[in-house]
């Protein structure tokens, strides 16, 4: 089955300092991948979608300059918290989607997580 | 814009007993709807998913159906364990974006 990894599962960091997290389709190529960020109790929320080679697409609300979102492979999406503070410590999620023909393109592979903790 | 509600937030059975979860969207244009399940700290498995001109899906003792019209779904899983201890989220496609439900907390107490 199509396996989506990321990196770190677990980050604690300073206030003020950037944060990358990397997101890994092991063993497919993902034209499309998904970031999301999720807050204690509450429900999955879509920050953004990125197609490689190509600029990400911000959902209404999400800071593109503080969320950097590289795309730069078929294979590694990653996502840069820049600056980061407090507020924004959560639950990080990335999915992949394969390309149409090798399974349903209606199918996201999600990640593993990534638990952000800012001091 | 798509809302997605579940009912009820958390849930408690003994074990053995079936479960009845329900979902809800505002918008009935949907692509497809999915049922995904999150362990405490960890990443989404996906369960089931039916498209929309489905009614419903099955896989083991997990049964999902779709009245896409009335905006509603609802998972039933049969005979619980206490493996089954887990949050279950859904979610629904349209616009190729994926909008979810905040989840319903499901503990089968042994």
């Known amino acids: 089955g199509a396996v989506v990894s990321q990196h770190p599962s677990r980050v604690i960091c300073k206030s003020g300092t950037s944060v990358k997290i990397e997101c890994r389709s092991l063993d497919f190529q993902a034209t499309t991948m998904f970031w999301y960020r999720q807050f204690p109790k509450q429900s999955l929320m879509l920050m953004a979608t990125?197609?490689?080679?190509?600029?990400?697409?911000?959902e209404q609300g999400v800071e593109k300059d503080k969320f950097l979102i590289n795309h730069a492979s078929l294979t590694l999406s990653t996502l840069t918290v820049t600056s980061a503070h407090p507020e924004d410590s959560s639950f990080y999620i990335c999915s992949a989607s394969p390309p149409s023909g090798l399974t349903s393109t209606d199918t996201q592979y999600f990640g593993p997580g990534t638990r952000l903790t800012v001091l | 814009k798509q809302e997605v509600t579940q009912i009820p937030a958390a849930l408690s059975v003994p074990e053995g007993e079936n479960l009845v979860l329900n979902c809800s969207f505002t918008d009935s244009a949907i692509y497809n709807l999915q049922w995904f399940r999150q362990d405490p700290g960890k990443g989404l498995t996906s369960l089931l998913l039916?498209?929309?001109?489905?009614r419903e899906q099955t896989s083991g003792r997990l049964n999902a159906s779709l009245d896409k019209s009335s905006g509603r779904s609802t998972l039933y899983i049969a005979a619980s364990q206490p493996g089954d201890s887990a949050t279950y989220l859904c979610?629904?496609?349209?616009?190729?974006?994926?909008?979810f439900g905040a989840g319903t907390t499901v503990t089968v107490r042994a």
């Open positions: 990125s197609n490689e080679g190509s600029k990400a697409t911000y």
């Open positions: 039916i498209q929309s001109s489905q």
């Open positions: 979610a629904v496609l349209a616009d190729y974006k994926l909008s």
